[in-house]
């Protein structure tokens, strides 16, 4: 994560102080969590109002691939069963077919939010740009009223997220 981000206390000011809309300051919280043997993977995590409404990590990813029946082996036992199937179908099924992103994803889309134009990340086909871009403070009133019309175009995930913030924004 350090390559790509720097420190994530600096990234956490960067998203919920510096950039993160005034209507949403004290409502949105990410998170991030390492634990030992992790092999560097983190836990990042999304709170709106306290509670957490996503989580972006290897495991949320490859729960899914065994919650929606993916895998061929529904009931796996021990970790190699576990795991046995996740690169492949990671590979299969792309950012934008799923409902679920690693922490490796989310480091790529704030890079990419970052390092790119907000009308660009309002628009990119990966949803966890948008994600990031539908909470900037540089997102106005009249391209949130545009992006109303768009809002059962995103996965149900996200709508949460762009009703969060209409409602902050636009008093609905």
């Not at 790119?116 to 871009?133: H, K, V």
């Not at 539908?134 to 809002?151: A, H, Q």
């Amino acid at each position: 994560m350090s390559k790509i981000l720097g420190s994530w206390s600096g990234m956490r000011k960067y998203l919920e102080q510096e950039m993160l809309a005034e209507s949403l300051r004290g409502r949105i919280r990410y998170g991030c969590t390492s634990y030992v043997g992790m092999d560097g993977c983190h836990i990042f995590e999304i709170c709106i109002d306290g509670k957490q409404v996503k989580r972006f990590s290897w495991e949320t990813v490859n729960s899914y691939f065994i919650d929606n029946g993916y895998t061929s082996n529904k009931n796996p036992s021990g970790i190699g069963e576990y795991w046995a199937e996740f690169w492949p179908l990671l590979d299969k099924h792309p950012i934008t077919d799923r409902t679920e992103y690693t922490d490796e994803e989310f480091c790529n889309a704030l890079e990419n939010y970052r390092n790119q134009d907000i009308q660009e990340s309002l628009r990119s086909n990966n949803p966890l740009i948008r994600m990031f871009a539908i909470f900037d403070r540089r997102v106005g009133k009249r391209t949130l009223t545009k992006l109303e019309s768009e809002l059962d175009k995103q996965p149900e995930w996200l709508q949460q997220m762009y009703l969060l913030r209409f409602k902050a924004e636009l008093n609905q």
